[in-house]
């Protein structure tokens, strides 16, 4: 098959005490995510998707969170480890396409550096890579700014 697609979801209550990473970059706000990991959404979303297009386990299978290893991980070094078992399944990444759902922060002056974070780890030029950013116009935990939420859908490229 010369093309595959895979689509990823995750979601992470907002906590004080910690650092807001979304995409691998650093948002200046009052709460952060909680998770064992650094629990950027986005990257976990980017994860799931790359596995599911692959055909491989899921992110919780692959780094579960009773695993001291992946205590405070940099979630891009999850994706790394990711794109390493694409790439051995003769895969490459086409584009990819995530959606962060945020009432708050406001995301729209970092969508750039998203964007580019996004580009750089999956090795794609910039035009392969769209980011939005949506509110819950208030509704459910997202609406209540009690977390944040992402799907991520990629295509992936035969290289063989």
């Known amino acids: 098959m010369g093309f595959r697609t895979g689509l990823g979801y995750d979601l992470h209550r907002l906590e004080p005490g910690r650092r ?64 390493v078992q694409v790439r051995r399944r003769g895969y490459g990444v086409g584009n990819l396409d995530v959606v962060v759902h945020a009432q708050r922060p406001k ?26 950013a949506k509110t819950n116009e208030g509704m459910d935990a997202v609406g209540r700014v009690e977390a944040i939420a992402c799907w991520a859908n990629v295509l992936l490229v035969a290289t063989k």
Do not use: Q, W
């Not at 980017?46 to 919780?60: K, N, Q, R």
């Not at 970092?110 to 030029?125: D, I, Y």
């Open 107 to 132: 995301l729209s002056a970092h969508k750039p550096a998203m964007r580019a974070s996004l580009a750089a780890l999956l090795n794609v030029g910039e035009d392969c890579v769209a980011v939005k």
């Open 20 to 83: 807001l990473i979304l995409a691998g970059v650093a948002i200046p706000f009052e709460f952060g995510l909680a998770g064992h990991s650094d629990a950027d959404v986005v990257l976990h979303a980017v994860c799931d998707a790359l596995l599911g297009a692959a055909g491989l386990p899921d992110i919780g299978e692959l780094f579960p969170d009773t695993d001291a290893r992946f205590k405070d991980a940099d979630s891009r070094d999850l994706v790394r480890e990711v794109l």
